[in-house]
């Protein structure tokens, strides 16, 4: 089903405006814990009293580039997500502005025609992050990927589905040794074909640490630097996948496939680069 993204973007955009004309003091940006820096709490509370967001109430994962929380949807969030068959309580991702990578994910924006031009600016291109994460789950949710619902996102947070059962988060596939069966395998690389050639996307960072198993159903999570198959090393990026996923699993004992063999399986029916429409 897709998103009400549209109606939530227009007015978090007024607000937007209201925060853009007012003047920023430097320590709005200073980080006052190891996530939350007052610039983050302001966009936070803004989305708190527009009535997206009720409470935070727990941490899931603190890593260093992000923080991931558990929250409640406010009461006009619950109304937005009801389209989506979502409720509470959701999942809250926080990217710290202070530590990601430029130089590193610059390589997964540039080449990808859906931000061909964009401003250098660091905020700018920190809310281009975020937002290419929204976009990649928007369009694996809609071919029906096992992923995470994206809500919404502001600046440097991202609200999405909670992939998890009575409110607790399912576990990573790096923690699950029982998940780590022949299945299990076929289904990862079952989807990472979906992936490519329903939603046209290669995750490019595919590892047991951003796999959660449920109900011996692996969810993909963490998308914002999963690139279109038009991006000139997607299938460099889709070779080192398998071969992250195909080596976990031979490591621990399970018949794998030959890694070029799914390549080509893959890859069979790739349409010329120049022919793609996005
Ligand atoms: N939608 C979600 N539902 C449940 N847990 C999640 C979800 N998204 C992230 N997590 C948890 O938060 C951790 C960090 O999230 P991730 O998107 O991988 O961020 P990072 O870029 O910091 O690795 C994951 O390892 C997972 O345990
Ligand atoms: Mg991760």
Same mark, same amino acid.
């Given at each position: 089903?897709?998103?009400?993204?549209?109606?939530?973007?227009?007015?978090?955009?007024?607000?937007?405006?209201?925060?853009?004309?007012?003047?920023?003091?430097?320590?709005?940006?200073?980080?006052?814990?190891?996530?939350?820096?007052?610039?983050?709490?302001?966009?936070?509370?803004?989305?708190?009293?527009?009535?997206? #967001?009720?409470?935070?109430?727990?941490?899931?994962?603190?890593?260093?580039?992000? $923080?991931?929380?558990?929250?409640?949807?406010?009461?006009?969030?619950?109304?937005?997500?009801?389209?989506?068959?979502?409720?509470?309580?959701?999942?809250?991702?926080?990217?710290?502005?202070?530590?990601?990578?430029?130089?590193?994910?610059?390589? =997964?924006?540039?080449?990808?025609?859906?931000?061909?031009?964009?401003?250098?600016?660091?905020?700018? !291109?920190?809310?281009?992050?975020?937002?290419?994460?929204?976009?990649?789950?928007?369009?694996?949710?809609?071919?029906?990927?096992?992923?995470?619902?994206?809500?919404?996102?502001?600046?440097?947070?991202?609200?999405?589905?909670?992939?998890?059962?009575?409110?607790?988060? =399912?576990?990573?596939?790096? =923690?699950?040794?029982?998940?780590?069966?022949?299945?299990?395998?076929?289904?990862?690389?079952?989807?990472?074909?979906?992936?490519?050639?329903?939603?046209?996307?290669?995750?490019?960072? #595919?590892?047991?640490?951003?796999?959660?198993?449920?109900? $011996?159903?692996? =969810?993909?999570?963490?998308?914002?630097?999963?690139?279109?198959?038009?991006?000139?090393?997607?299938?460099?990026?889709?070779?080192?996948? #398998?071969?992250?996923?195909?080596?976990?699993?031979?490591?621990?004992? !399970?018949?794998?496939?030959?890694?070029?063999?799914?390549?080509?399986?893959?890859?069979?029916?790739?349409?010329?680069?120049?022919?793609?429409?996005?």
């Amino acid at each position: 089903m897709k998103p009400n993204d549209k109606k939530i973007w227009n007015i978090i955009g007024q607000d937007e405006d209201r925060w853009r004309k007012k003047k920023k003091r430097s320590e709005d940006f200073q980080t006052v814990d190891a996530v939350i820096d007052l610039y983050t709490a302001k966009q936070l509370s803004q989305l708190q009293e527009k009535g997206f #967001l009720g409470s935070i109430t727990g941490t899931i994962a603190s890593g260093k580039e992000s $923080g991931v929380f558990l929250a409640e949807l406010g009461p006009e969030g619950e109304k937005n997500c009801e389209a989506l068959s979502l409720s509470s309580p959701i999942v809250v991702k926080i990217f710290r502005t202070s530590t990601l990578n430029f130089k590193q994910i610059i390589h =997964y924006i540039d080449g990808d025609r859906r931000f061909q031009k964009y401003s250098k600016k660091t905020h700018h !291109i920190i809310n281009l992050w975020v937002e290419k994460e929204y976009s990649n789950l928007h369009r694996s949710s809609l071919a029906e990927i096992n992923v995470p619902k994206p809500i919404l996102v502001k600046k440097n947070i991202l609200l999405m589905e909670l992939l998890g059962k009575d409110g607790v988060p =399912y576990p990573l596939l790096r =923690y699950t040794p029982d998940a780590v069966t022949k299945s299990t395998l076929t289904q990862i690389l079952d989807q990472t074909k979906q992936l490519f050639q329903r939603a046209n996307l290669v995750h490019a960072d #595919l590892s047991p640490f951003n796999i959660l198993m449920g109900d $011996g159903t692996p =969810y993909f999570i963490d998308m914002s630097q999963s690139v279109l198959f038009s991006h000139p090393k997607a299938l460099e990026f889709l070779k080192r996948d #398998l071969r992250n996923i195909i080596s976990f699993f031979s490591m621990r004992g !399970i018949e794998v496939p030959d890694e070029s063999e799914i390549f080509d399986e893959i890859t069979r029916d790739y349409p010329d680069r120049d022919l793609i429409i996005q």
